[in-house]
């Protein structure tokens, strides 16, 4: 199974992270490459600090 990146869409083959169309037919799991996931969860912490999670009501 090929996993795709769903913000940058590369997909993971032996090497790492490339960009690349995802072989047809194959079974396609989405996932984050390392870089997305990093800035995803830049996003979730900030996304949480302007709601003000985290405070005590
Ligand atoms: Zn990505």
Redesign the pocket.
């Known amino acids: 199974m090929q996993v795709i990146?769903c913000?940058?869409h590369?997909t993971k083959n032996h090497k790492g992270w490339a960009k690349q169309a995802a072989r047809s037919g194959g079974r396609l799991s989405h996932g984050?490459?390392p870089?997305?996931y990093k800035q995803m969860m830049k996003r979730v912490e900030n996304f949480f600090v302007m709601n003000g999670c985290g405070k005590s009501a």
């Open positions: 990146c913000v940058c590369k984050y490459c870089q997305c």
